[in-house]
């Protein structure tokens, strides 16, 4: 089934979002990227759970999860 315009508008904007919170985190902020993330989980996960999902991975990435997972 193809996306929806909204879909579309969810994922770019999460996209545009994730790219800004890595610089975030890489800046040295990753307490304030991890919260943000976490926001944007919430509000993505009802209806657009595949963008909730990217959120997900950052916020693990952001809080070091990832990396004790995969040394």
Do not use: C, N, Q
Not at 12 to 21: G, I, R, V, Y
Not at 35 to 53: C, E, N, Q
Request: glycine content about 4%.
């Amino acid at each position: 089934m193809p996306e929806s315009p909204d879909d579309t508008v969810a994922h770019d904007l999460t996209a545009l979002l994730a790219e800004a919170l890595r610089r975030v985190h890489e800046l040295g902020d990753s307490d304030t990227a991890s919260r943000i993330a976490a926001k944007a989980w919430s509000i993505l996960r009802s209806s657009h759970p595949k963008d909730a999902h990217k959120m997900d991975g950052l916020l693990h990435l952001f809080t070091g999860v990832l990396d004790a997972r995969h040394p």
